[in-house]
């Protein structure tokens, strides 16, 4: 029914031969005046998180419109004829879909999170604080696929917040081969890890598997040249309650207001409220985005590149800031 559909609704679905997958019904297209305009607006933010779009065609002038949007952002597309009789949904147009969904299917290279840097039988510290931060009774996302990845890869994995780094440490009869910190406890961790001792972030594990690390680093540099009144822009890849002590509203701007010296025009785009314009930021820094495509995170490093704007993430610019960014080290493959 036109008008139905407003802002992009989410759920999450588990789908045969895809897995979870969260499906985004878009508002419909073609609603005339400023309303319109906004609703076209916020389904087309969603193209760029989007791994496979189902376009429903239903004879609108707008559908082919839609189709070359799609195809210009590289999106598989699964079309279906628009109003199927309901009789033909259960037999043959969800069943056929869900087909055309799995062919339709990127092809998903095996990634590993900690890329090339442990194999079988390496000893792995893990320094995961559990703080008020911390979601009430579990680990966040980053911290679990990193831990299920290590026991996967026959690593042994030791666990332990960054007060009970020292003790751990201490427990090991030989120096672990990689220390995986929070990216907001390394300098603490630096502070009591011996130097020659390889130290990374979950957040830089992160980036290495869906962001661009390379992008990352090399922007980072913008730094040090940040001057009291620029533009930083603060990139969330969801929607989230922030708390008090939260890394990218608080922690990151202080960091960077002390190292500049003087005020910063900060800026929080959460979800998908990533700017269009980007041009009047001296510097982007993207969140670890734990819940983001791949698909979203390279968009963001693409309109960012291509605005001439640097742009980095958490873990890289606390590594920058702590001053340990050449001591980090950063996912192989
Ligand atoms: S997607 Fe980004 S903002 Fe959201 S919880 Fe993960 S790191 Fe934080």
Same mark, same amino acid.
């Given at each position: 029914?036109?008008?139905?559909?407003?802002?992009? +609704?989410?759920?999450?679905?588990?789908?045969?031969?895809?897995?979870?997958?969260?499906? +985004?019904?878009?508002?419909?297209?073609?609603?005339?005046?400023?309303?319109?305009?906004? $609703?076209? $607006?916020?389904?087309?933010?969603?193209?760029?998180?989007?791994?496979?779009? +189902?376009?429903?065609?239903?004879?609108? /002038?707008?559908?082919?419109?839609? @189709?070359?949007? !799609?195809?210009?952002?590289?999106?598989?597309?699964?079309?279906?004829?628009?109003? /199927?009789?309901? /009789?033909?949904?259960?037999?043959?147009?969800?069943?056929?879909?869900?087909?055309?969904?799995?062919?339709?299917?990127?092809?998903?290279?095996? $990634?590993?999170?900690?890329?090339?840097?442990?194999?079988?039988?390496?000893?792995?510290?893990?320094v995961m604080p559990q703080d008020s931060e911390a979601p009430k009774g579990r680990l966040i996302l980053p911290q679990?696929?990193?831990?299920?990845?290590? !026991?996967?890869?026959?690593?042994?994995?030791?666990?332990?917040q960054p007060e009970g780094l020292?003790?751990?440490?201490?427990?090991?009869?030989?120096?672990?081969?990689?220390?995986?910190t929070d990216s907001q406890a390394f300098a603490k961790v630096n502070a009591?890890?011996?130097?020659?001792?390889? @130290?990374?972030s979950f957040s830089?594990?992160?980036?290495?598997?869906?962001?661009?690390?390379?992008?990352? $680093?090399?922007?980072?540099?913008?730094?040090?040249?940040?001057?009291?009144?620029?533009?930083v822009?603060i990139a969330e890849a969801c929607t989230h309650v922030p708390d008090t002590e939260d890394i990218g509203r608080v922690k990151i701007p202080n960091l960077l207001r002390k190292k500049?010296?003087?005020d910063l025009?900060v800026t929080i785009a959460a979800?998908?409220?990533?700017?269009?314009?980007?041009?009047?930021?001296?510097?982007?820094i993207q969140c670890g985005g734990c819940?983001?495509?791949?698909?979203?995170?390279?968009?963001?490093?693409?309109?960012?590149?291509?605005?001439?704007?640097?742009?980095?993430n958490y873990g890289i610019a606390l590594a920058a800031l702590t001053?340990? @960014?050449?001591?980090?080290?950063?996912?192989?493959?």
């Amino acid at each position: 029914m036109p008008g139905t559909t407003t802002d992009p +609704v989410r759920k999450a679905i588990e789908l045969p031969g895809l897995g979870p997958c969260i499906l +985004v019904d878009t508002a419909g297209y073609g609603d005339p005046g400023a309303l319109g305009a906004e $609703r076209e $607006r916020r389904s087309r933010a969603t193209i760029d998180a989007t791994d496979i779009a +189902v376009l429903l065609r239903s004879g609108h /002038p707008e559908d082919d419109r839609w @189709l070359q949007l !799609l195809k210009t952002a590289q999106v598989p597309v699964v079309e279906v004829p628009g109003r /199927p009789l309901i /009789p033909d949904l259960g037999n043959t147009v969800i069943p056929d879909l869900i087909r055309n969904l799995q062919a339709a299917r990127p092809d998903e290279k095996p $990634r590993f999170l900690t890329g090339g840097l442990v194999g079988q039988g390496d000893v792995v510290v893990l320094v995961m604080p559990q703080d008020s931060e911390a979601p009430k009774g579990r680990l966040i996302l980053p911290q679990v696929q990193v831990l299920r990845e290590l !026991l996967d890869l026959g690593c042994i994995p030791v666990c332990c917040q960054p007060e009970g780094l020292q003790r751990a440490l201490d427990s090991l009869s030989a120096p672990p081969s990689l220390t995986i910190t929070d990216s907001q406890a390394f300098a603490k961790v630096n502070a009591i890890l011996p130097a020659d001792y390889p @130290l990374t972030s979950f957040s830089i594990l992160l980036a290495g598997a869906k962001g661009d690390i390379r992008t990352f $680093r090399e922007s980072a540099k913008a730094i040090d040249s940040l001057k009291p009144g620029d533009r930083v822009l603060i990139a969330e890849a969801c929607t989230h309650v922030p708390d008090t002590e939260d890394i990218g509203r608080v922690k990151i701007p202080n960091l960077l207001r002390k190292k500049v010296g003087g005020d910063l025009a900060v800026t929080i785009a959460a979800g998908n409220d990533f700017p269009d314009d980007l041009t009047p930021y001296r510097l982007i820094i993207q969140c670890g985005g734990c819940v983001a495509t791949e698909r979203l995170l390279r968009s963001r490093i693409k309109k960012a590149l291509l605005a001439g704007v640097p742009i980095t993430n958490y873990g890289i610019a606390l590594a920058a800031l702590t001053g340990i @960014l050449d001591r980090v080290v950063i996912p192989r493959s």
